[in-house]
């Protein structure tokens, strides 16, 4: 079975650095996307960045410039390079890939628990 576990996660400082990891594992035939989600209570779900096989990378205007995602396509992982980090960066970020679990099957994506992430003073 697919699972995606992050790490990373923790409470730092405003101004502060954090880098977010990501490893999926389990029956996959192939992997297309791999990214980042966030959640704050109280506001939806807002993607923070995603990167596709194919080389496309997309951020969110609010982390453009702060954040970095990079991928190890040989060990299936993500990360998410976070500085600067600002108090409206806090929330639940979750890992998440869409993948082929077969060769036959559908496209499918997958979350990962997610990982606290707490900017404060």
């Known amino acids: 079975q697919v699972q995606l576990v992050e790490s990373g996660g923790g409470l730092v400082q405003p101004g502060g650095s954090l880098r977010l990891s990501c490893a999926a594992s389990g029956t996959i035939f192939s992997i297309h996307a791999m990214g980042w989600y966030r959640q704050a209570p109280g506001k939806e779900r807002e993607l923070v960045a995603a990167s596709a096989s194919g080389g496309e990378i997309v951020y969110a205007d609010s982390v453009k410039g702060r954040f970095t995602i990079s991928r190890d396509n040989a060990k299936r992982m993500v990360f998410l390079q976070m500085n600067s980090l600002k108090p409206e960066d806090t929330a639940v970020y979750y890992c998440?890939?869409?993948?082929?679990?077969?060769?036959?099957?559908?496209?499918?994506?997958?979350w990962g628990q997610g990982t606290q992430v707490t900017v404060s003073s």
């Open positions: 998440t890939s869409s993948l082929y679990p077969t060769t036959r099957g559908p496209l499918q994506m997958f």
